[in-house]
């Protein structure tokens, strides 16, 4: 098992930046493919991004592509959501998820095929 733990989210403003992190405890992190959701109020879980179990492989959502930015540190146990030229619509809470998977370059999109959750973490782009 690995307990997930999100931190840095914040207010900004329209075309600032943040960088938010999940700290991973438990089980050996590097294991694990990560994904990003997040959710705003009124709407569906939306997928943001993903990586495999190296972090040298990702994957994005359009609406994001170009803007956000995935990385991990196994060694540290961490993962990262680089996030740029931040937009109103950006605003969410913002969940980081994994999944036991280790035999491939695999990362997931569909919330149904992470295992593991964290408690989320408020973004939130004024205008």
């Known amino acids: 098992q690995v307990q997930l733990v999100e931190s840095g989210g914040n207010l900004v403003q329209t075309g600032g930046s943040l960088r938010l992190s999940c700290a991973a405890r438990?089980?050996?992190?590097?294991?694990?493919?990560m994904g990003w959701f997040r959710q705003s109020p009124g709407k569906e879980l939306e997928f943001v991004g993903a990586?495999?179990?190296?972090?040298?492989?990702?994957i994005y959502a359009d609406s994001v592509k170009g803007r956000f930015t995935i990385s991990r540190d196994n060694a540290k146990n961490t993962a990262y959501l680089q996030m740029t030229t931040l937009k109103p619509e950006d605003t969410a809470v913002y969940y980081c998820?994994?999944?036991?998977?280790?035999?491939?370059?695999?990362?997931?999109?569909?919330?149904?095929?992470?295992?593991?959750w964290g408690q989320g973490t408020q973004v939130t782009v004024s205008s």
């Open positions: 438990g089980h050996s992190f590097g294991l694990y493919a």
């Open positions: 998820a994994a999944v036991l998977s280790y035999n491939g370059p695999y990362y997931y999109t569909h919330k149904g095929q992470y295992d593991y």
């Open positions: 990586s495999s179990w190296s972090g040298g492989t990702t």
